[in-house]
C-alpha cells in the first residue's frame, strides 16, 4: 500500500475574499502561501504539510483535481506504468510544478475526475509542533478543523446506457492504487449495480467515495473534527457567519460519521466530520446498503434524503 492520504484539493472559488473568509475564519485554516498566479494555499492546525487545499479564482466553482500523497517518490515511477497499463494515459509533472512540491503524477479517472498523486511536499509542521506538544494550540479559530479528510465525487452514471463510473472509478482504485471498499450502495433488478461506493487507504471508513449522478462533479470536501460537539459548535460557528448549511448536524448510517453539510461563499459543498466510525480494514465484510435503505444509509436519524444533498453539486 503506498497511497497514504488525501494530500489536497484544489477547488475553483468565484470570489477569493469571500472565500478566504469562510475558510480562514469559519474553518479556521490558515494561509500558508500565494503564488505569481494568484492561487492560494491553506492548511488546518493539525496538518504538517504545507497545505492541503489550493484556491483558484474563476468564474465558476467546483473542483479542479484533488491529489493524494504516497509514501515515497519510487512510487511514482511504480504506478505511472500501472496505471497505463489499465488504460489510462497519465503525464508526470516536474517537481516545482506547483511552489514546494516535488512531482505529480497527473491522470483522469473513468468519470473523468482528475487525480494526482505526489510524494514530496514541505513540511512546516503543526500548529502545536512534535515535541512535547499540546492537545490543542491556542490559535484555534472558528471551526477549528483538524484536517482534510476526504472527498465525495459524483460520477456520471446511466445503467440503461451502459455507463457506470461508479463501478470503473471503484476498480481502478483497488485494482491500481490498493484502495479497498468499505460500503457500498446496491440497486437494480438483480442488487448488483454499484450506485455508490466509500473506499479506504487508511483506516478510517473512507479516504475518497463515488456517489452516482447525471453527471460528474464535486460533491463535496470534509474536514475532520474530534467530536459530536465540535459538530455542534462548528454548526454555530456557520450561523453566526451566516454560512448557508445544507444538512444541519446528524448521522450517517454510511460510516456512522457525524456530519454538518454546507457550502462555501462559491457553493462548493463542505463536511466537518467526526467520529472514526469503526476500523477500516482490508478483511472486514463490506458494508451493503440497499435501495430500499438508502435514506437511513445517507441521513440515519430522518431516513429521508434531502433533495439539496442530493442533487445539487459543483
Ligand atoms: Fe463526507
Not at 472559488?13 to 469562510?22: N, T
Not at 506504468?81 to 503525464?91: C, F, L, S, V
Not at 462559491?266 to 435501495?291: I, K
Request: aromatic share 10%; net charge negative; glycine share 8%.
Amino acid at each position: 500500500m503506498s497511497v497514504m492520504r488525501i494530500g489536497h484539493a484544489s477547488l475553483r472559488v468565484m470570489d477569493m475574499g469571500a472565500a478566504l473568509q469562510h475558510y480562514d475564519n469559519v474553518l479556521g485554516m490558515q494561509v500558508t502561501m500565494k503564488d505569481a498566479a494568484g492561487h492560494v494555499y491553506l492548511k488546518c492546525w493539525d496538518e504538517w504539510d504545507k497545505y492541503s487545499l489550493i484556491l483558484t479564482a474563476s468564474d465558476r466553482a467546483g473542483l479542479e483535481y484533488v491529489a493524494y500523497k504516497v509514501r515515497a517518490e519510487s512510487d511514482l515511477d511504480v504506478l505511472q506504468p500501472k496505471i497505463e497499463a489499465w488504460g489510462i494515459k497519465t503525464t508526470m509533472l516536474p517537481a516545482g510544478s506547483l511552489p514546494d512540491t516535488g512531482r505529480m503524477l497527473q491522470f483522469h479517472l473513468p468519470s473523468g475526475h482528475e487525480m494526482r498523486l505526489f510524494a514530496t511536499k514541505e513540511q512546516v509542521g503543526t500548529d502545536v509542533g512534535s515535541l512535547n506538544p499540546d492537545p490543542w494550540p491556542d490559535s484555534v479559530r472558528g471551526a477549528g478543523v483538524h484536517w482534510l479528510d476526504h472527498i465525495l465525487l459524483m460520477c456520471e452514471m446511466n445503467p440503461e446506457a451502459g455507463v457506470n463510473t461508479v463501478a470503473d472509478n471503484t476498480r481502478f482504485m483497488e485494482e491500481v492504487l490498493d484502495f479497498w471498499l468499505t460500503e457500498h450502495v446496491l440497486v437494480g433488478p438483480d442488487k448488483n449495480i454499484q450506485a455508490a461506493t466509500w473506499m479506504a487507504c487508511t483506516t478510517t471508513p473512507h479516504d475518497i467515495a463515488f456517489v452516482g449522478g447525471p453527471r460528474s462533479g464535486l460533491h463535496h470536501i470534509a474536514f475532520f473534527l474530534d467530536s459530536w460537539h465540535d459538530v455542534l459548535k462548528s454548526a454555530d460557528v456557520m450561523a453566526k457567519n451566516k454560512v448557508h448549511i445544507d444538512v444541519a448536524p446528524t448521522r450517517h448510517g454510511i460510516t456512522r460519521g457525524e456530519t454538518i453539510y454546507f457550502f462555501d461563499p462559491s457553493g462548493n459543498r463542505n463536511e466537518t466530520f467526526a467520529g472514526l466510525g469503526y476500523m477500516a480494514q482490508r478483511d472486514r465484510p463490506v458494508t451493503v446498503w440497499s435501495e430500499d435503505h438508502l435514506g437511513s444509509g445517507i441521513f440515519y436519524h430522518t431516513g429521508i434524503l434531502v433533495d439539496s444533498f442530493t442533487q445539487v453539486y459543483t
